[in-house]
């Protein structure tokens, strides 16, 4: 099975990106790299100019590079943005939006967890179209995974397994609204947010991440426990995506787990210790609330800051 990291979604300083790049190149075990600012386009000229010798990097050390799209293109400059993305043929582009496909009909492309395909018809329609790799919606259970999975044997099915989940973008910017900034002069506070900003109820219980336009949840999915029913569905390759936190250390942890060289629980108490106090989440792909963490034992664990396994609260 693959790992492919997926794109930084959050506003990291561009050195930091492109250095995160130069070392996941170098020392990363993953196979596939996703690149470009898919969150909001007005990052973009942050990292430009290091993003062909990112990419070269990349692909010099054997990473398979594809291009991400925007998750929501709404503006005529993004729909220019959008089309000479599509229009590189060096690299596979993922579509993250819809508007993307017109530009990619008729070559090999990708599509990213912000595609709504929850069912194999889906699915199919958009591998007659020239997908050959579908990262699925993070919020679908193993067996719509599995139906997809083995409906279309030559695609690439792709699961969201490690990170905060995306759960919806909005025209709207979060963070400029909070700081009292309108969105076109948002002086880029959410760079202040490298991990995402928390959101709590009114009982001071945190359930949500803020990342400008992009609600996320707060919880840290984490699938190390599925890894073995994932690979028996036909999935084939496992997403990570990025966090404030030394990613080359969850993609070894990961690899580790693939390999079959180490047990998941004690990947997972690694995987804590290398991404401390977010509680792991799992609950999507057992059709319980995505925020749950199910155990190897089937016990449900909720609770912020609490990690179970093998029933065990830590």
């Known amino acids: 099975m693959q790992l492919t990291l997926g794109p930084v979604l959050y506003n990291w300083q561009p050195e930091q990106w492109r250095d995160f790049y130069f070392r996941v190149a170098e020392e990363a075990p993953v196979d596939v790299v996703v690149v470009g600012e898919i969150v909001c386009s007005k990052r973009s000229p942050f990292f430009t100019e ?4 990112v990419i070269e990097r990349l692909a010099a ?30 690299f596979l582009v993922e579509a993250n939006d819809l508007s993307c ?31 050959r790799r579908i990262c699925l919606p993070p ?5 719509s995974i599995r139906t997809i999975a083995t409906a279309l044997p030559d695609v690439t099915t792709e699961v969201f397994a490690f990170g905060r ?23 880029f506070v959410c760079e202040k947010d490298p991990d995402g900003l928390a959101v709590t109820t009114l009982d001071g219980e945190p359930f949500l991440a ?9 919880t840290c999915a984490n699938l190390l426990g599925e890894v073995e029913d994932l690979a028996a569905a036909g ?42 106090d977010v509680p792991f989440a799992n609950g ?8 749950a963490f199910i155990t190897s034992t089937g016990e449900v664990g909720r609770k912020a800051g609490q990690i179970q396994v093998r029933g065990a609260v830590q």
Not at 61 to 90: H, P, W, Y
Not at 139 to 143: F, G, N, S
Not at 210 to 218: A, C, D, E, K, R
């Open 139 to 143: 919020e679908l259970p193993m067996d």
């Open 101 to 131: 496909f017109g530009w990619l009909a008729g070559r090999p492309y990708a599509i990213g967890p912000f595609v709504n395909i929850y069912n194999e018809a889906t699915a199919a329609y958009f591998a007659g179209r020239g997908a």
């Open 50 to 53: 290091h993003m062909s010798v």
């Open 165 to 187: 989940v995306p759960l919806a973008i909005s025209a709207r910017c979060y963070h400029a609204r909070l700081h009292k900034l309108s969105k076109d002069n948002c002086r």
């Open 61 to 90: 050390c054997g990473k398979q590079v594809v291009l991400g799209s925007l998750i929501l293109v709404s503006l005529q400059r993004e729909r220019r943005q959008m089309a000479e993305l599509a229009g590189n043929t060096d």
């Open 210 to 218: 803020m990342n400008g336009v992009q609600t996320m949840s707060h």
């Open 284 to 291: 999507f792909v057992h059709g319980q609330p995505g925020a």
């Open 235 to 276: 999935v084939g390759a496992l997403r990570l995506s990025p966090q404030q936190c030394d990613m080359v250390a969850v993609a070894r942890v990961f690899r580790d787990v693939l390999d079959g060289n180490r047990e998941h629980e004690d990947a997972t108490r690694a995987l804590s210790q290398i991404y401390p």
